[in-house]
């Protein structure tokens, strides 16, 4: 009986342990050099584990495209002053990031300019 009862609590064990493994850190960013870019609402998502929009961008050296931001916790962006429904599909938004340390495209959200011009968190190096 006593090795019944240790294999199944090693498996609950496993059980709670598991999701909180698959969870990521934020070492991929790079908080110190914070960059500003605006572009098109192409899907703003406000959902835990991390809010994720996407933005269609414009820049001479890379054309047009299609670039997913991750940003904080939807308890964390609210208590920022950051709400669904602040902007959708097709709003023009500035947003600050940290930038992906690797050069590639992506970030984390830092700040947010609503289309209203409403500033939510820091907005960095915007026009």
Do not use: W
């Amino acid at each position: 009986m006593n090795k019944i009862a240790t294999t199944f609590c090693a498996l609950i064990l496993c059980a709670i342990v598991a999701p909180a493994s698959a969870h990521h850190s934020a070492a991929q960013f790079d908080f110190r050099n914070p960059v500003a870019l605006s572009g098109k609402v192409i899907e703003a998502r406000f959902a835990n584990p991390h809010m994720r929009l996407v933005l269609e961008v414009t820049d001479d050296a890379r054309g047009t495209r299609d670039i997913e931001f991750e940003g904080h916790s939807r308890n964390n962006m609210r208590r920022q002053g950051l709400l669904p429904g602040m902007f959708t599909v097709g709003d023009m938004v500035t947003i600050s990031i940290a930038p992906m340390k690797d050069g590639t495209d992506g970030g984390y959200v830092v700040g947010v300019r609503t289309p209203e011009g409403e500033e939510i968190g820091r907005i960095t190096g915007a026009d």
